[in-house]
């Protein structure tokens, strides 16, 4: 009888094996790579998008798609890299949130794999380079806050940045700078340029900075490798140029001067972005610590620059075109430096912490407790720090999460279909840019100030708001005179709104019932027992002037009242006059002012000055909002009570008048304009509205309804509106 025995062979390759597997520190670095990659997509994906970017780079991806686009958009100044892949994926994805929820994914990962390149490439250390990927995803929230918000193209130039890095490490250990890592580096740098202009800046500086620090730092370089060398990156800025003086410099520069923006994202929230998370400023600290620590044992004791010294000029950079900007007053969303600023900084902090394990590892007994040790460290981060922070992302992506999104984007299709040619809609900034993204028509939607980038924006948000918020407007570019209802289709009850650093805040408002005209002691008629009549606008350089009257007879005599309204940009003040032009008897007129505390606006301090009152109201852009109030004529007194409710009172004459008046805090917003909605509906040929049910729905849909458009069916939490008849004026429309 036979018998066989086993083969040595396969029993030694299977014991290899098995001990590769669990002796080996290396395979399991690749593993915990994979493993987290993967944690990295589940994270971001889990979350619904929402945000309304996102539907907006749907909408310049149209562009590249051979596909319609809205007429005011200028598209040109778009960087391209971005628009180019939703593009690509739109061509073979046909669900466009799944073709956005897909391009989120993907540069999460990318971010994740090239932050990994990076470490690994200047430190010439794996385990380096999965720390520094872990920091800056799982310690510090900026990274995956992107995702949450739809920050897509500076995600996308920040992976290019980490692929330049990565490159020019890797050239940096070669004693003659290998080449085709400098060419990658150079390429990777113009990517980074043509996916997000602001973060494009700072790559071309940080990369060319490190370029050129190597280049003339090592010895043995002939003037012609120098040369060489330099080549790349020269090339890269000469394709560069053209592109950025012709079109990104030229087409930003309203958005680097909005005030708004300074205001409201200046340095200030830069600091508070960065301390609202413990771990962003133990990154931040730890990570500065780390590179000025080993850049200067670099440079003293080695005497040629080393990985920390590229740290070092990364970071260094963008702090530098940090505080030009701070210095400059840059009008531009300073924590946005937050992003190019921690890239640098997680990697040191991920460096010291590989260092520090592997120096602790001496006092382990365990058989290469040296190569063990930075996994444990990984370990940490994602037991102890990584819930916490992917926790803090779940709730920043619900903030930003559209409820049922996909089927409003079926509503917006079928709405599509019922719009002419060149018809557009009227809605929030978020469905507007899905819509627009989705159909490539235009939409009207008001954004603040602060995230308009040119003219045409913020003239577009006027009229957004003039139509959903506004039976009619008036400004001067420091006040803006809002009227919010109707009676007998004649707009009343204005509310008052200043421009407080560049955002348009209301604080005000006046009603038909706190106008009141007393005889012995009692009203015996208020403006709100009156029948309004059509407004009179008049608009005379700086000067805008609003007139209305009301008439009535309340004890059988006719009687007349005129309210009016002038303000002009050069007197920083809005003055109402009222005049009783009849012959009825009375002793005293008075008109009740009340602040908006249902918008959060109660003053938070009253007091007294020079025949009125100041108002102080809560903070904005750090700065409180203050209003004074003053009668005009010794016949008119000026009270306010705790509550804000400021109460104007004349006695023995027909007329009283006040101002309200302000410290100029920022340029006008606006030239002077009077905004019919009517008019506003046929100039940018408005035929349906996308309306939010929350609690401003019922006015906003009665004021539509005056412009001749009714309710037609609900998309999840959004009324679709539509023209009664298409193209005809509407029914009990807006007279003023």
């Given at each position: 009888m036979n018998y066989s025995l086993p083969s040595r062979k396969a029993s030694l390759s299977s014991v290899n094996l098995a001990s590769y597997v669990s002796r080996r520190p290396e395979f399991w670095l690749n593993v915990t790579v994979v493993a987290m990659t993967l944690l990295v997509a589940f994270v971001v994906a889990r979350p619904a998008i929402g945000s309304g970017d996102y539907g907006q780079w749907l909408m310049t991806s149209r562009y590249y798609s051979d596909l319609s686009v809205p007429d005011y958009r200028e598209l040109s100044a778009v960087p391209p890299v971005l628009p180019l892949l939703v593009s690509f994926l739109s061509r073979l994805i046909a669900d466009p949130v799944m073709v956005m929820s897909v391009t989120k994914v993907l540069l999460a990962v990318g971010l994740f794999l090239a932050t990994y390149w990076a470490g690994t490439g200047i430190f010439s250390d794996k385990a380096t380079g999965l720390l520094g990927a872990a920091v800056t995803f799982f310690a510090t929230d900026r990274m995956l806050e992107l995702f949450a918000f739809g920050g897509l193209p500076q995600a996308m130039s920040l992976i290019f940045i980490a692929i330049a890095m990565g490159a020019i490490g890797r050239a940096s250990r070669s004693s003659t700078l290998s080449l085709h890592y400098w060419i990658i580096g150079a390429a990777a740098i113009w990517f980074a340029a043509m996916s997000h202009a602001g973060t494009g800046t700072l790559a071309v500086l940080a990369g060319s900075a490190t370029m050129g620090l190597l280049v003339i730092s090592r010895t043995g370089l002939t003037r012609r490798e120098q040369v060489i060398r330099l080549a790349p990156i020269g090339v890269c800025l000469v394709l560069l140029a053209p592109y950025w003086l012709l079109i990104i410099i030229p087409e930003n520069q309203e958005y680097l001067a909005n005030t708004a923006s300074l205001s409201y994202r200046g340095p200030w929230a830069f600091w508070w972005r960065l301390s609202s998370h413990n771990w962003n400023v133990v990154a931040a600290a730890g990570g500065t610590a780390a590179i000025l620590l080993g850049a200067g044992r670099e440079l003293l004791s080695h005497g040629r620059p080393g990985p920390f010294t590229i740290l070092l000029t990364w970071a260094g950079t963008v702090w530098a075109f940090f505080g030009f900007s701070v210095l400059t007053s840059v009008g531009t969303d300073y924590p946005r430096f937050l992003y190019p600023l921690l890239q640098p900084l997680a990697l040191a902090v991920g460096a010291a912490i590989v260092a520090g394990a592997r120096y602790a590892s001496r006092w382990v007994i365990i058989e290469d407790s040296k190569g063990w040790s930075p996994l444990a460290a990984v370990a940490v981060i994602l037991v102890l720090i990584a819930p916490g922070t992917a926790a803090a992302f779940g709730r920043e992506a619900q903030f930003h999460q559209f409820a049922d999104l996909k089927t409003k984007v079926s509503a917006i299709e079928a709405l599509d279909g019922t719009l002419s040619a060149d018809g557009s809609i009227v809605t929030t900034p978020r469905m507007g840019k899905w819509f627009e993204g989705i159909t490539g028509k235009s939409a009207l939607f008001a954004m603040p100030n602060r995230y308009a980038f040119r003219a045409v924006e913020f003239k577009r948000s006027l009229a957004a708001d003039a139509i959903l918020r506004s039976t009619f407007s008036a400004s001067d570019g420091q006040f803006f005179l809002r009227y919010t209802s109707l009676k007998d289709g004649v707009p009343i009850s204005p509310w008052i709104a200043i421009n407080h650093y560049g955002e348009y805040v209301d604080l005000l408002a006046l009603s038909p019932a706190g106008f009141e005209v007393v005889r012995d002691g009692e009203a015996f008629v208020a403006l709100q027992d009156l029948e309004p009549h059509k407004l009179e606008t008049v608009i005379d350089g700086d000067l805008v002037y609003v007139e209305g009257n009301y008439t009535g007879a309340p004890e059988g005599a006719p009687l007349l009242i005129s309210q009016q309204a002038a303000m002009s940009e050069s007197s920083n003040s809005i003055t109402f006059t009222y005049q009783i032009l009849s012959d009825a008897q009375f002793d005293e007129i008075h008109i009740k002012i009340n602040a908006l505390g249902m918008l959060g606006r109660t003053p938070t301090a009253i007091s007294k000055v020079d025949d009125g009152v100041e108002?102080?109201?809560?903070?904005?852009?750090?700065?409180?909002?203050?209003?004074?109030?003053?009668?005009?004529?010794?016949?008119?007194?000026?009270?306010?009570?705790?509550?804000?409710?400021?109460?104007?009172?004349?006695?023995?004459?027909?007329?009283?008048?006040?101002?309200?008046?302000?410290?100029?805090?920022?340029?006008?917003?606006?030239?002077?304009?009077?905004?019919?909605?009517?008019?506003?509906?046929n100039e940018y040929r408005i035929e349906a509205a996308l309306l939010a049910d929350d609690g401003t729905l019922a006015q906003r849909l009665a004021r539509l309804e005056a412009l001749g458009f009714e309710a037609a069916n609900y998309a999840g939490d959004y009324l679709v509106v539509v023209q009664r008849e298409p193209g005809l004026p509407g029914v009990g429309q807006v007279e003023p």
């Open positions: 108002l102080a109201f809560p903070d904005m852009a750090r700065n409180q909002p203050r209003l004074r109030i003053v009668g005009t004529g010794n016949h008119t007194q000026v009270v306010a009570d705790d509550d804000g409710v400021v109460e104007v009172v004349s006695r023995g004459s027909r007329t009283v008048q006040f101002e309200v008046a302000f410290d100029r805090s920022a340029p006008s917003i606006n030239d002077p304009v009077v905004l019919n909605p009517r008019d506003l509906v």
